[in-house]
């Protein structure tokens, strides 16, 4: 616990001012903590809640993050495929955290998500090579 007090000699003046500086910083201190506590607050509340249709789409990431890793070789490049523009930007994304590479043009694969009810999560990540059928 801070304890501010008037020392021997100190003026009111400097006494109030150390005062509002402290008073500054624990304002800070609270305002940089506000955006960690809304996130474990979200968190939480996404995880008690259980929302089967946020748990399918954490579910179709997790396995389209995989399915990246699987079906992409180190080093290639890759084109995102996906006439949804969140869509794309969702692999995009995916494919970035993982360290792949993401081109707009001339990559070496062209990677695309089906969404097929038969497939796993209902998503199907379709990799093929650019420039083929």
């Not at 955290?97 to 043009?105: A, E, F, L, P, S």
């Not at 694969?109 to 650019?130: C, I, M, N, Q, S």
Request: charged fraction near 25%.
């Amino acid at each position: 616990m801070v304890r501010l007090r008037l020392e021997a000699g100190e003026s009111r003046w400097r006494y109030a001012v150390r005062l509002l500086v402290v008073l500054l910083c624990a304002a800070a201190l609270l305002q940089a903590a506000r955006p960690g506590v809304y996130s474990a607050r979200t968190g939480a509340a996404l995880i008690a809640d259980g929302d089967p249709a946020g748990r399918q789409f954490r579910e179709q990431q997790e396995y389209i993050a995989d399915e990246l890793d699987r079906q992409v070789p180190a080093g290639a490049r890759v084109v995102v495929d996906s006439a949804d523009g969140n869509w794309k930007l969702r692999i995009t994304e995916l494919a970035t955290v993982r360290g792949i590479v993401v081109v707009g043009d001339g990559g070496d694969l062209v990677v695309r998500v089906e969404f097929d009810p038969a497939a796993p999560h209902g998503v199907r990540v379709v990799t093929r090579r650019a420039g083929g059928a």
